[in-house]
């Protein structure tokens, strides 16, 4: 199923997601089951201490650029940034602008990659590195999910939220 052709969050019935999860998306309910996921749910209780998604989409494109092998054409971290920056749907003449050797921050149109990544942040975290054997590489080595969403992270209402559901 297609993310055009398909029902959306706000249509789809509880039929068809049991039908996606036990289909397209097996992998992940299987993920799900034995715990290699968590859900992740935007309260917005961390917002003041956790990065927000333009700054988690910019730490993404700095780590795959800082593992560049320059030396080697087919880099499979050149080819995910590259992926990357495809998936910002600049017009064929600002894309061809932007040199995935220079620095992040002077990439002409940054502003505008980061914008649109951040609305396709979740196909973002899928790309695949080659040379990593992990499936959610970017996820958890990236954006650090771990560090990132740690308690000694979050900020003071969240903890108390944690220590309250440890005691239960």
């Not at 030396?71 to 499979?76: K, M, N």
Request: charged letters at 25%.
């Amino acid at each position: 199923m297609s993310p055009t052709s398909g029902p959306t969050a706000a249509t789809i019935s509880i039929q068809q997601a049991l039908d996606l999860l036990d289909g397209e998306f097996a992998a992940m309910a299987d993920g799900i089951g034995k715990r290699r996921y968590a859900f992740w749910l935007g309260s917005g209780i961390s917002r003041d201490r956790v990065d927000d998604l333009p700054q988690v989409v910019g730490r993404v494109l700095l780590h795959l650029q800082a593992r560049i092998d320059q030396s080697d054409r087919f880099c499979p971290f050149r080819s995910a940034l590259t992926e990357a920056v495809g998936l910002a749907r600049l017009p064929s003449s600002d894309r061809e602008r932007v040199d995935i050797a220079q620095p992040v921050a002077d990439w002409p149109f940054i502003d505008t990659i980061v914008s649109n990544l951040c609305f396709e942040y979740s196909r973002l975290l899928d790309i695949r590195v080659a040379s990593q054997p992990e499936e959610d590489y970017l996820l958890w080595h990236a954006v650090d999910v771990p560090a990132t969403f740690s308690p000694a992270t979050a900020n003071p209402r969240l903890r108390t939220l944690l220590h309250r559901d440890s005691r239960a």
